[in-house]
Nanobody, 116 residues
Framework: QVQLVESGGGLVQAGGSLRLSCTAS????????SGWYRQAPGMQRESVAT???????TYADSVVGRFTISRDKYGRTVYLQMNDLKPEDTAVYYC??????????WGKGTLVTVSS
């Protein structure tokens, strides 16, 4: 079983930066892909950024040029660097790790609040 723990959320003013981290533990033999998702109050969860095992990132249009996803060498920790934050970025951010085709794990989320 894979467990994910996110950290790095908090309160920041518009224009500020935060770096989220997600560390995986448990029985892990490989990583297919990693990703960050977010869910604002009253909204559906949406994909923010994903990265493949090969290191290819994809981003939601709303965060292109502001957010960067990366992983450590072994893939157990995935990061989301968030710059130029906007109030509309306020949400609970979730980490997801796909450890095999059709097998994934989710973290419990970390709250990011951006004040105007």
């Amino acid at each position: 079983q894979v467990q994910l723990v996110e950290s790095g959320g908090g309160l920041v003013q518009a224009g500020g930066s935060l770096r989220l981290s997600c560390t995986a533990s448990g029985r892990i033999t490989s990583f297919v892909a990693s990703g960050w998702y977010r869910q604002a109050p009253g909204m559906q969860r949406e994909s923010v950024a994903t990265i493949t095992a090969g290191g290819s990132p994809t981003y939601a249009d709303s965060v292109v040029g502001r957010f960067t996803i990366s992983r450590d060498k072994y893939g157990r920790t995935v990061y989301l660097q968030m710059n130029d934050l906007k109030p509309e970025d306020t949400a609970v951010y979730y980490c997801r790790q796909v450890v095999a085709p059709g097998v994934d794990a989710w973290g419990k989320g970390t709250l990011v609040t951006v004040s105007s």
